[in-house]
């Protein structure tokens, strides 16, 4: 076989293959169904250039261009930690922006009902000996609230509530398929104990005791709550009014995105939780806790807010990075 008119006839399919194996940008369907056609054809030249006239320069160039077409064909996968870093940057805060609205009527319903109950709580006596004995609520407003941050080591507490907390969201989101309900159950269960304990110790003038010990882990970990309980509801009204989409795409959709939602919530509640844990009964200084729960709540929203925001508006909802693999072809 004459090498060099062999190079000739197929130079130009080879640069070609080279050109979209190389590109950095996302290949068309015309492109991607020319690239899966020029790399079976290098695959063949290769197998010919072998067999007639093992050239070792000529080998080793399309043995490596076979190589890179095999892998892009494939679907080649992206490092870890490039992974890592659009989840974060790009998925997470784009499903979590997208709820925005659900998570903010979740906020504004939620803290009315449990500062109503407060309120209710801490004006009615009756109520109050309804909860327990006068003895056991005196235990828990001057002992037992301030105590719990600190019966335990800080690393065993914090892990202690960082699972339990993302336990709580878990159910929140997962079962919101059920149309809301167990989502409904856990936001008014969480709002029921937060409502009645700030009842009781404002009842008993330890008011400032419970926002000073609450708002520092508080602000933040109630934020991840709500959010999940949005995307719970949001998967939950899916099922029921689906809108122009078919409901099975529609519930998928949704899905992918609640995963993101889930995924990203566990970092989140992993941060409330150090706070939790090493901050919340640690830290003597009510304005320091206080302080550093601010900080963690701001740099959370402005992080949702900023990078879901820009995400959101360059077509991203949190589901695209999650969506099935699927083989593209031209139109």
């Avoid at 640069?15 to 190389?22: D, G, H, P, Q």
């Avoid at 490596?64 to 992974?83: C, K, N, S």
């Avoid at 878990?170 to 937060?194: D, E, H, K, S």
Wanted: proline share 3%.
């Amino acid at each position: 076989m004459d090498v060099d008119a062999y190079v000739a006839a197929h130079d130009g399919e080879w640069r070609r293959l080279e050109r979209l194996v190389n590109s950095s940008r996302k290949l068309t369907g015309e492109e991607i169904d020319e690239l899966v056609e020029l790399y079976q054809r290098t695959a063949t030249h290769l197998s010919v250039v072998r067999s007639s006239s093992p050239d070792p320069q000529l080998v080793g160039r399309l043995s490596v261009l076979v190589a890179r077409g095999r892998a892009t064909v494939a679907g080649a996968q992206a490092p870890m930690w490039r992974d890592v870093t659009r989840f974060a940057t790009v998925a997470f805060p784009a499903a979590a922006y997208r709820l925005r609205w659900w998570w903010a009527a979740i906020v504004v319903v939620g803290n009315v009902f449990a500062v109503v109950l407060a309120v209710w709580i801490a004006r009615n006596p009756d109520v109050q000996s309804s909860v327990g004995s006068d003895s056991a609520i005196r235990q828990l407003v001057d002992h037992d609230f301030a105590n719990y941050y600190t019966e335990h080591s800080a690393s065993s507490f914090a892990f202690h509530v960082w699972v339990n907390n993302a336990w709580v969201s878990a159910v929140a989101l997962m079962f919101g398929i059920l149309l809301g309900l167990p989502t409904l159950y856990v936001l008014f269960m969480n709002q029921l104990n937060l409502g009645l304990t700030a009842g009781l110790m404002f009842a008993h003038g330890k008011g400032a005791v419970f926002f000073g010990l609450i708002l520092p882990h508080g602000m933040l970990e109630l934020s991840a709550v709500y959010l999940a309980c949005a995307a719970g509801l949001r998967l939950g009204w899916t099922v029921i009014d689906p809108g122009p989409r078919r409901r099975g795409e529609a519930l998928a959709q949704e899905g992918r995105a609640l995963i993101a939602v889930a995924i990203g919530l566990v970092g989140v509640l992993f941060v409330s939780g150090l706070i939790e844990g090493f901050v919340t009964g640690w830290v003597h200084e009510t304005w320091l806790r206080i302080g550093i729960g601010v900080l963690a709540e701001a740099a959370f929203l402005t992080y949702v807010v900023v990078l879901g925001r820009r995400a959101l508006q360059a077509g991203e909802t949190g589901a695209s990075d999650l969506e099935p693999d699927a083989v593209p072809v031209a139109g």
